[in-house]
């Protein structure tokens, strides 16, 4: 199970042997645990685990395999993020994609040896959705053949970018360039922010951390300021765009070809939320059938709660969608990284897919990670509202998601632009148009769903009503902005009218992808054990999420209310057929207690002897009489009985 989930033995394997190295080497492991540490104490030790990392990284990995870098780093750093967490997931791929060849020799290299540290500084205090706002400028200046870079008020102060407030010393900052007098909107530029020596900012560089947030406090997300500070004409990344000396332009073959370091982490972030999903699930899981409390029969002992069906119903859909997750990211990834290819020799044409695509995803997956691992949390009683159980921190990292990469309401009203204009080609006879992943638009339906009516139809008639539902949402959201439209209101204004419903074909349409990749993935499995318990799981994932959708298959009679019993019932008996594998289901994902970090989630289950030796570690409990009671408490006390 651990190759299905990783992607092959060979992988399974090679997470294995790292995770049992870090193992073997102390300096690599927290000194305390987290939750105890200050935020200073936990930048302090993320940077002492980082520099080791860097020294002895060839001794534990391949560093030229992403994946296995991913895996080391949650292992050893942890998904609270840490000073370099920027350079890796966007400074790198932005200059891997925008820098031309010239430009990647000269950087490059000195950011893979880590002689620099870079981040991606784009969102400002006043705008990060909308892009054609920001209002950092970068204006050409014809005699020194130099950019000026300036923040014109306070609310262009680059705001939120990772690791630019103390860690970074350079960024790839986006700002709209200006040529004699002529916007042409946002850029990429390659900027030195601190000098290499003594890490000091610059002359006319601002720059600093904008405090403490909900989680992800590792990272120090930071602001910028620029005073009109100049950089060379060469260091615009020009890729794909180029300015001359004398100041001529030469446009990109595609005009949001910029945009390519969000995509890259839109793509890829959807494997590390089903990791952070799978973590919390493990965790809640573990401790599940682990925890005793109250009797199903009175006759019998106490049960784990496990046995709990409300419990199972709280955990298990959400493992299969963790596995569907992660099973749509690996697509998902495999797809960016030829439209990546085709991108560098010019081939555009595949951009707009992939676009709707990791927008869509993007969202639902970070939402439906969420309310699973809040669901986890809850189902761990009390100790899941404690750190020891680690689960709110994963909680926090994991919503960071629906905010960065572009809101989630954002990105999916990015992907309704593409469901509409599909459904035009539709609704103009023009369906042979369509591309793969919008195809089913344009094909007809059964007037009634066929669920339990066809004997060993397999997910087929699934599959077919989650298209039917998709396609009937979107040509209806499709239909009210024509008809707006129609009617003579603009086109913005009959947009944002229609907005709720776009953005719910938006997720239609994305779950509708998860569920097929979920299909994909076990048809094409080998080995019947596998191929067995992934297919219970599939089972429970098409019967949960359409039951939660139903509303939409039943408003047109697409599916019967008998349907929906039959769809209700199939969850309960898969609840049950999943119940002796759930543990194992998550076991497979292979989270060493180190990468966990949690008191909850121990692999040995010996939970209530380690929670009373955390809390006893616990800095309150240094002293017997702290010395907020000695000043405070203790006198108003005295003040009270006198
Ligand atoms: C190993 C990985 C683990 C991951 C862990 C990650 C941890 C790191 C943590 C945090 C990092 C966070 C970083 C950041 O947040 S960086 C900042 C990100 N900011 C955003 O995402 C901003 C969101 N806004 C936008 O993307 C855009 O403004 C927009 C797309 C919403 C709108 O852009 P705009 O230029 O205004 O375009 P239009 O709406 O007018 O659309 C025009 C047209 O262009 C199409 N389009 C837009 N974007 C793209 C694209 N990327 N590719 C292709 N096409 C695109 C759009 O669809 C329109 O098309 P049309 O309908 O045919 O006209
Ligand atoms: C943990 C974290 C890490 C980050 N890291 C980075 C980084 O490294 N680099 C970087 O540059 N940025 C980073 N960001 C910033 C992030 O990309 C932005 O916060 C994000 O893109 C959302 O933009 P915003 O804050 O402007 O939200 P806003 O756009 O102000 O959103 C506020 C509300 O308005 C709604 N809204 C806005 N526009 C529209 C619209 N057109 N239609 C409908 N509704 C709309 C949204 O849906 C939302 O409900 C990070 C943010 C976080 C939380």
């Known amino acids: 199970m651990a190759a299905q989930i990783w992607g092959s033995e060979k992988r399974a394997r090679r997470r294995r042997e790292i995770s049992a190295k870090i193992a073997q080497m102390p300096e690599l492991h927290d000194s305390k645990p987290l939750p105890f540490m200050t935020r200073e104490e936990k930048i302090m030790e993320s940077a002492r685990k980082l520099t080791i990392l860097t020294e002895k990284m060839g001794q534990i990995i391949d560093p030229t395999d992403p994946a296995e870098l991913y895996h080391l780093n949650n292992e050893v750093l942890g998904l609270e993020g840490n000073p370099m967490a920027l350079h890796g997931v966007m400074f790198i791929p932005a200059l891997s994609a925008q820098a031309s060849d010239e430009q990647q020799a000269k950087w490059l290299p000195r950011a893979l040896r880590r002689e620099i540290i870079g981040t991606y500084a784009q969102t400002e205090l006043g705008h990060g959705t909308n892009l054609q706002n920001l209002e950092t400028t970068a204006t050409y200046d014809l005699a020194t053949q130099e950019f000026v870079l300036h923040t014109p008020q306070i609310t262009a102060l680059k705001w939120w970018p990772g690791n630019l407030g103390k860690s970074s010393n350079y960024a790839v900052v986006v700002a709209h360039m200006i040529i004699k007098a002529k916007n042409y909107g946002p850029h990429p530029f390659m900027v030195q922010l601190r000098d290499e020596k003594t890490h000091e900012p610059l002359p006319g560089i601002t720059i600093g951390d904008i405090g403490p947030k909900m989680a992800y406090n590792i990272v120090d997300n930071g602001f910028l300021g620029f005073n009109k500070y100049r950089i060379p004409r060469t260091n615009l990344l020009m890729r794909h765009t180029k300015v001359e000396a004398d100041g001529t332009y030469i446009k990109p073959p595609h005009a949001k070809i910029n945009y390519s370091a969000m995509v890259h982490v839109r793509a890829y972030m959807l494997t590390g939320q089903a990791i952070m999903l799978a973590s919390a699930l493990n965790i809640a899981t573990r401790y599940s059938s682990v925890r005793r409390q109250g009797q199903i029969d009175k006759s019998q002992p106490e049960v784990k709660v496990l046995e709990y069906q409300t419990q199972q119903h709280r955990l298990f859909p959400s493992i299969a969608r963790a596995y569907a997750f992660q099973f749509a990211g690996a697509e998902t990834v495999k797809l960016y990284e030829h439209v990546l290819k085709e991108m560098k020799s010019g081939n555009v044409s595949l951009m707009a897919d992939l676009h709707a695509l ?61 469901l509409v204009k599909s459904a035009a080609l539709v609704k103009s006879g023009q369906s042979s148009k369509l591309g793969p992943l919008v195809a089913y638009l344009g094909v007809k339906s059964e007037p009634t769903s066929l669920i339990d009516r066809i004997p060993n139809s397999g997910f087929t008639e699934y599959v077919k009503t989650f298209q039917h539902v998709s396609k009937r949402q979107t040509l209806k959201a499709a239909d009210m902005f024509f008809g707006l439209m129609e009617k003579g209101e603009k086109r913005e204004i009959a947009w944002n009218k229609c907005s709720v419903e776009l953005n719910r074909a938006s997720r239609l349409h994305t779950r509708l992808f ?5 299909v994909r993935r076990v048809n094409e499995i080998a080995d019947i054990r596998i191929k067995e318990a992934l297919t219970d799981l599939l089972h429970l994932h098409v019967n949960y999420e359409l039951l939660d959708i139903a509303s939409y298959a039943l408003e047109d009679g697409f599916l019967s209310a008998s349907q929906l019993d039959y769809i209700r019932d199939q969850v309960y008996l898969y609840l049950g057929k999943i119940r002796p594998n759930a543990v194992s289901l998550l076991d497979s994902w292979e989270f060493s207690d180190i990468e966990l970090r949690s008191v909850l989630g121990r692999r040995d289950g010996n939970v209530y002897e380690n929670l009373f030796k955390w809390a006893k570690s616990s800095p309150l409990n240094k002293t017997d009489v702290l010395s907020s009671v000695t000043q405070y408490l203790k006198p108003m006390m005295e003040k009270a009985r006198l």
């Open 514 to 518: 998860i569920v097929e990749a979920f």
């Open 358 to 418: 990791t927008s869509g995803l993007k969202s639902v997956v970070t939402y439906q990670t969420g309310e699973g691992i809040e669901q986890a949390r809850m189902a761990c009683g009390g100790h899941g509202y404690s750190m020891a159980s680690y689960i709110s921190e994963i909680y926090g990292v994991a919503i960071g998601g629906c905010t960065y990469e572009g809101e989630n309401m954002v990105m999916l009203l990015q992907l309704a632009r593409y």
